[in-house]
Structures are given as structure tokens and as C-alpha cells.
Nanobody, 124 residues
């Protein structure tokens, strides 16, 4: 069982930056691929970025390529999402997710464990 808690969301102006953090419970954090997903108002949940357990492999959605960086600190059981050049369309609840298989997160957009989400609002 993995528990995930997101933090770092808030209100930011367009063009600004934000770093989301996700704290994971458990002693096997390195065995989990981690991902970030988001769900905007009236929209379906969409994949943002994923990172393998070691951190060696990452993947990101076209909508955030060049603006988002996913990273992890296995010593702290944390995964991060740095978002730059934010746009109003980035407004969403951002969810952290964990799964034992990187492909499930990065390609099938599925995960076994989910956090409760952190609201990010970008004002124009």
C-alpha cells in the first residue's frame, strides 16, 4: 500500500512557475514509477508526466513539453513536478500517482495508487 500526498498548488499568474511535490509513504518508493496527471474543469483526466523508479527515464505529454520537468528524490520519498511558463489552460487539479510498472503510467495512463490532488489555478 502506498499513500500519496500532494502539495505546492495554488494561484499563479500566467507566465509564472510552480513546483508541485508529492510525498509517498512506504519503504519501497524506488520500486514505483511515479506520474502526474491533471483534470481541468469540465475535462477528463489527462497524463502530464511520468518517471521511472530510478529516475533514469521520463516521459511527458505534448501539452507540457518544454515547460514541465518531473524529478524524484528517492531518499526523501518524493516526486516533483516543476511547471514553467504557466498558461490559463494549465488550471486543473493535479494528481500524483504510483505504479509498479512505468509503462502503465506513461503509456496506458493508469496507476494503482493516487493522491487526493492539489489545485493549480493560473490567472490570465
Amino acid at each position: 500500500q502506498v499513500q500519496l500526498v500532494e502539495s505546492g498548488g495554488g494561484l499563479v499568474q500566467a507566465g509564472g512557475s510552480l513546483r508541485l511535490s508529492c510525498a509517498a509513504s512506504g519503504r519501497t518508493f524506488i520500486t514505483y514509477a511515479m506520474g502526474w496527471f491533471r483534470q481541468g474543469p469540465g475535462k477528463e483526466r489527462e497524463f502530464v508526466a511520468a518517471i521511472s523508479g530510478s529516475g533514469a527515464t521520463t516521459s511527458s505529454a505534448d501539452s507540457v513539453k518544454g515547460r514541465a520537468t518531473i524529478s524524484r528524490d528517492n531518499g526523501k520519498n518524493r516526486v516533483y513536478l516543476q511547471l514553467n511558463m504557466l498558461k490559463p489552460e494549465d488550471t486543473a487539479v493535479y494528481y500524483c500517482a504510483a505504479d509498479s510498472q512505468f509503462s502503465r503510467v506513461a503509456q496506458r495512463y493508469e496507476a494503482a495508487y493516487w493522491g487526493q490532488g492539489s489545485q493549480v489555478t493560473v490567472s490570465s
